[in-house]
């Protein structure tokens, strides 16, 4: 049977929000077999070990993220980034963090990971308001894994779960709406049902400089 890699650092406020709604997550899946990389475990070694099982089919990542990558326990390195995405080569990828479906989601995709699952921007929410940005950012998942929708579907239902929350929330909590429209506005499945633009030259041109410029100024 196919097995879902689920990884979930916590080192600090907000990485314990994601870790909380993450169990969630795991807890409402069924049928599936899953190992765990959490907390101090969560780490780009033991995930380069846990990886290599070929029965591994999808990825599941709650934390924080940037542009270059997943960001592991402690926030001194990244999980996964542009130097071992091959490692996601064939594999769904599902995330809840900021920023990383952006270059690192598309060039995933581009490298041949079949469906990446995240947001382009930050994801926002208000602490006292939990329960929704953690449902929201499960619902995903489980619609695919328990209901057996195509990523697509789930995708259109969480955009119109998320436009029922934001509808809720407009005649309460002015900063419940502001975070839930910015974390709708932000989400994205890549796949080949909505593949991401192909860079322009001058995006190409850019993106060498800055990953040249890092390199010799050795930041991840």
Known sequence: ???????????????????????????ALRGCVFSQLLEDKATRLNYMEAVKDPEIRT???YDHGSGQ????????GYILDERNLDTVKGKEVYTMCCLTAGDLGKE?????????????????????????????ANMGLLLVKNDGLTWRQAYDAVIEAFNEEIKKAETGDPWVEITLINNRDALVCWADWNPPTELTLLERIIKWILDFLRRILGLP
Do not use: C
């Not at 929000?17 to 969630?24: D, E």
């Not at 990558?69 to 001194?76: R, S």
């Not at 995709?109 to 940005?133: K, L, N």
């Open 1 to 27: 049977m196919a097995t879902l890699l689920n990884i979930a650092p916590h080192w600090e406020e907000v990485t314990a929000h994601s870790l909380k709604w993450n169990q969630l997550l795991m807890a």
């Open 59 to 61: 990825v599941v990542f």
């Open 69 to 76: 990558g997943l960001v592991e326990d402690g926030g001194a």
């Open 108 to 136: 995933a995709y581009r490298r041949g990971t079949p469906t990446w699952w995240g947001y382009i921007r930050e994801f926002s929410f208000m602490a006292h308001a939990e329960e929704i940005y953690g449902r929201l």
